[in-house]
Structure formats: structure tokens, C-alpha cells
């Protein structure tokens, strides 16, 4: 029988190499970045877009983010305003997704962007995927590798599980070191953060006044499901103890180590407590629990990323 996971491949030149030809033949490959794992397809090319909503059971109406080396190359398919410069200078490279509105003459597939007139672009600071986006004449559409409104993956071993041997290659690049989604802001009108990550509200209002978007606004972003994120079995949130049978993802010391409790930081540490969230509720499923009790995680900094993605979960 062959190895399930004969799909990942260590970072070297020949991995390198092969991965842009499949790239540039039309064909998705698996990729690290900082946040968690994605699966890359050329985003100027119809068919590698159709493969990737096709491979993720994504639904056509939940747009892409595309990813570019740096905003040079984004500016020949978006409009860069004031306020993308603010905060580009500030955290890009890095975790934070930007919506702008799109050229006319923008080469991006419309199927990419489920026919928007905007665009969500992003800059990623992993190497192993700059080391790729400098070698291409296109920018990479990437969502999240995982089958739709399922756990993002934060290795390559996540990606492998989640696609078996319909993707051919994954890229190594060990554990994703943030484990939660960018940032997403839309910097159409008003400034406003669609989806909460690692890069706080309070960080971004530094350098740009903004606001969460309202709950039930119609321009949130089109691909922000309630369920979402979903490990596939019941969530409970804000328990105190645990209930039978139940796995306890805890967080801080005053919890015990027991063999159904999971701790996301011991020292209370937010930032790698969102580190350990996904991984945390894989390994969860994978020991078939039926059931999972959370304990109450506090609402500041990462943590509102934190609780947003566990909101959308048990959902
Ligand atoms: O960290 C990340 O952002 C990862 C890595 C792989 O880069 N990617 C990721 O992609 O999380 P995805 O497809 O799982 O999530 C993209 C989010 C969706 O909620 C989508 O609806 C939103 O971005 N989005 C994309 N284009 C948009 C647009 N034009 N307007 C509003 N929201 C948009
Ligand atoms: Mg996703």
C-alpha cells in the first residue's frame, strides 16, 4: 500500500522546482505560511480556480484572498489607497488580509473573486511560499487548506489528512507558527475588520482608525458562515467544568493535567493559545470525542480572534 503521506515533500530545489511547474500548469499545491496551511492555484488561470473550490467543496459565492510577493505586483490588479499603506508599512510581510477594490484591467479570474468588484490580497512572511511567489509571473489564489467550513490546517499533515491522494504536493514547512487566519480589513470606505486575527484591532487602531464590522451588516464578508471552522462534533463554550465523556479545553494553570483535559496556554498566553486551537481540536476528533467543553477564554487581543473562530464552531 502507498504511504498516504507520500504527497509531502521537504523544502529543497527540486521540491521548489516542481511545485512551480505544477503551478504553472494549472495544478494546486499544498502550502505553508505563517497563519495556517494553504492550497495555492494559479489565481490568473480559470481552470487552477475551478480546482480549488472544486477540491475544498467551497461554495462559488466565498471569494478567494490572492497572494502576492509584495505591492508592486498587487498594484496591476488593485486600486492601493492611503490607508493600505498605513498599515502595509507596518505588518506586511506578515498575517493581515486587505479587501480593495479591483482594476478594470485586473488579470485575476472573476470565479476567483465570486464576480466582486473588490479584492482580498494578502502578503504572507513564510519563506518557503516567498521563495515560490518570487519565482512566478502570477499571484497565487490560497484559501485555507482544509474541505469547506472544516478546521484550517496548521501542517502538512493536516493538508495530507484532509485531501488524501487528490493533492499531489504538499510542501513541508512544519507547524504554522501563528495557527489561526489572517486578519481580514476591508479598505473600501471606511476602514472595518471583517475577520478578527493574531494582528489586533488595538495594533491596527494605532496607525488607522477602525472598527469591527457590525454584527449583521450586509457587506461583512461574503465567506464569514456562521458554522464555520467546524471540528464536526457539539461545542459547548464559557463551561466551568467538564461534563462526562466530555474533552475540557482549558486555558491558564489553575487546571489540572487529566487525560480528557487539553490546556491551550498554561501561562495564560493568548497568542499561543491560538497557536494551539486548531491543533488542539484535531487531535480532539481524532481521539473520538463526542463532545467538547470549553472553558471561558478572555474576550482582548488574540483572544477575539479566538473566540470568534470558536463561536463559529459549535454553532
Ligand atoms: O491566513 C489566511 O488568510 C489563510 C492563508 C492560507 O493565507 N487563508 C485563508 O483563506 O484563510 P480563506 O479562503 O480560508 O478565507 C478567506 C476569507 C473568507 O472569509 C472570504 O470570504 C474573505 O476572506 N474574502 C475574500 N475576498 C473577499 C472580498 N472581496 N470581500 C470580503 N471578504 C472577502
Ligand atoms: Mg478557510
New binding site residues.
Given amino acids: 500500500m502507498k504511504n498516504i503521506y507520500s504527497n509531502i515533500f521537504p523544502f529543497n530545489n527540486k521540491t521548489l522546482n516542481k511545485s512551480i511547474s505544477s503551478l504553472k500548469s494549472g495544478n494546486l499545491v499544498g502550502?505553508p505560511?505563517?497563519?495556517?496551511?494553504?492550497?495555492?492555484g494559479n489565481a490568473y488561470s480559470k481552470i487552477a480556480v475551478q480546482k480549488i473550490y472544486n477540491l475544498k467543496k467551497?461554495p462559488k459565492k466565498?471569494?478567494?484572498?490572492v497572494?502576492y510577493i509584495n505591492y508592486k505586483l498587487a498594484e496591476k490588479d488593485v486600486i492601493l489607497n492611503s490607508n493600505f499603506f498605513k498599515l502595509y508599512r507596518k505588518f506586511c510581510p506578515g498575517?493581515i488580509?486587505f479587501?480593495l477594490k479591483k482594476k478594470n484591467n485586473s488579470k485575476i479570474q472573476s470565479s476567483a473573486?465570486?464576480n466582486?468588484d473588490?479584492?482580498?490580497i494578502?502578503f504572507?512572511s513564510h519563506k518557503i511560499t516567498r521563495s515560490l511567489l518570487k519565482k512566478l509571473k502570477f499571484p497565487l489564489a490560497?484559501?485555507?487548506?482544509?474541505l469547506s467550513s472544516g478546521i484550517?490546517p496548521v501542517s502538512a499533515l493536516d493538508v495530507s489528512d484532509e485531501f488524501k491522494r487528490k493533492i499531489k504536493i504538499i510542501i513541508n514547512g512544519g507547524g504554522s507558527k501563528?495557527g489561526?487566519?489572517?486578519t481580514?480589513v476591508?479598505l473600501v470606505g471606511s476602514p472595518k475588520i471583517?475577520?478578527p486575527?493574531i494582528i489586533s484591532f488595538k495594533s491596527i487602531n494605532k496607525f488607522l482608525k477602525i472598527r469591527f464590522i457590525k454584527k449583521n451588516s450586509k457587506?461583512?464578508?461574503?465567506?464569514?458562515?456562521k458554522r464555520?471552522y467546524s471540528p464536526g462534533i457539539p461545542i459547548l463554550l464559557n463551561q466551568k467544568k467538564a461534563i462526562k465523556k466530555c474533552a475540557f479545553i482549558t486555558f491558564g494553570k489553575k487546571f489540572k493535567h487529566k487525560s480528557n483535559y487539553y490546556n491551550l496556554s498554561k501561562k495564560s498566553d493568548l497568542k499561543e493559545a491560538a497557536a494551539n486551537l486548531y491543533k488542539t481540536l484535531r487531535k480532539i476528533k481524532k481521539r473520538g470525542f463526542k463532545k467538547i467543553c470549553v472553558v471561558k477564554i478572555p474576550n482582548r487581543g488574540p483572544g477575539i480572534a479566538i473566540n470568534d473562530r470558536l463561536k463559529r464552531a459549535s454553532y
Avoid: D, K, W
Avoid at 505560511?33 to 495555492?40: C, K, M, N, R, S
Avoid at 466565498?62 to 484572498?65: A, R, S
Avoid at 490560497?142 to 482544509?146: D, F, G, K, L, T
Fill in positions: 502550502l505560511t505563517e497563519t495556517v496551511y494553504g492550497l495555492a467551497r466565498n471569494p478567494l484572498i497572494h498575517p488580509t479587501i473573486i465570486a466582486l473588490t479584492v482580498a494578502r504572507p490560497m484559501p485555507s487548506a482544509n484550517s501563528i489561526i487566519e489572517s481580514v476591508n471583517l475577520r486575527g457587506i461583512r464578508s461574503p465567506g464569514m458562515l464555520h
